[in-house]
DNA sequence: TCCTTAATAGTATCATTGATACCGTTTCAG
DNA sequence: CTGAAACGGTATCAATGATACTATTAAGGA
């Protein structure tokens, strides 16, 4: 059985299937604007996965024959096992948050107490921001789009995160 | 004006300014059970930082006389400072949420539509347990720690995470 | 008392990441 | 026709993540 792949694989290999073959370029500019809230991939990332996946033979790399010769990455029938494979296991790994101001909320009292409350001011505010856009992209959602049903399901959960999080800086900093 | 430290240097920082003096296993022991849920860092990292911030002279080795010679780290006053200039400012880096199951989620529907279900399901399950945890954790937490209200404010909001996580799980699976 | 196991305490190693800098090619506005 | 912006990608290097490995001390039972 063929190793487990890294989760930002399994994003290459999800958006060559959902969108067709596309080059490295390509596949950072669609992180960038999805999949990239939720699982950030530095760009660099995505030269470095498609050619290991060709190696596995995941994917096929065919150079453009005309003009600039981009790399373009298409999906094997092996990859698409692999994919589904992955899909039809509904257990994931536990998610990790990485949040550095909740690990200055942790020692913030080592000081006095106005910083706690400025800290929560600030938090608010930046988490009311991401609610409005999270909510103005589900207005805006394309229905016509093939990502359409996931982008909505992703936003919707995304609202649910930031208004837990406004919620709680707010009463942190006083109402 | 010193670069700016890792985050997890900040941690070992904190915890020695809140705890006292501490030997790297004892860092480990203290970031398992409290700022790992939010921030993991692994071991090995808690045996690297220390040295490097006794370099900058951030803190000061003194290895124990007797018996097993253990390297126990002191603050600085200068460590004093760097902690205390971090925690001044109430800006903070952007929180990395890393969510396998929501990666899933993001192609689950190139495949049988069941499967959204059996992952919703499953996922609710797990933050279920999460927030139950969270919960009782709350209710044994001992004021007389130095940490309390750190802890409580930190369980607060993962109670709220888990909560609006529950809840779109659970909706998504079909009430 | 000796032996075994568990817990404590730490080091070593190596592939992968993350962050950034850098470089060449098209395209297009002025 | 030229310069800037967007496109498309490679290179580099320290830091991290994962794991395996080693050694010491404590504790309990034979």
Redesign the interface.
């Known amino acids: 059985m063929a190793e487990e792949l890294s ?1 930002s694989a ?2 290459v290999l ?1 958006l060559i ?2 969108h067709g073959p596309m080059t490295p370029y390509e596949l950072k500019a669609r992180v960038e604007d ?2 990239g809230y ?3 991939i530095p760009h660099a990332q995505l030269y470095r996965d498609p050619p290991r996946l060709a190696e596995r033979g995941l994917l096929e790399e065919r150079a453009e024959e005309h003009g600039r010769r981009r790399r373009v990455f298409h999906l094997t029938g092996a990859g698409r096992e692999a ?2 494979r ?3 296991d ?22 006095p107490s106005e ?1 706690a409350t ?2 929560a ?3 608010a505010a930046q988490h009311r921001e991401w609610l409005e856009l999270y909510r103005n992209q589900l207005a805006e959602n394309d229905p016509a789009r093939p ?1 359409a ?2 982008r909505a ?2 936003l ?2 995304g609202i ?2 930031e ?3 406004v ?2 800086w707010e009463e ?1 900093a006083g109402n």
């Open positions: 989760p399994y994003v999800g299937a959902r999805t999949v939720y699982w950030p994919l589904d992955w899909l039809a509904p257990t994931s790994g536990p998610p990790e948050t990485r949040n550095p101001a909740l690990l200055k909320l942790t020692f913030v009292d080592l000081g910083r400025a800290l001011r600030q938090q990502d049903l996931a399901r992703l919707d959960v649910r995160h208004r837990a999080y919620d709680f942190l």
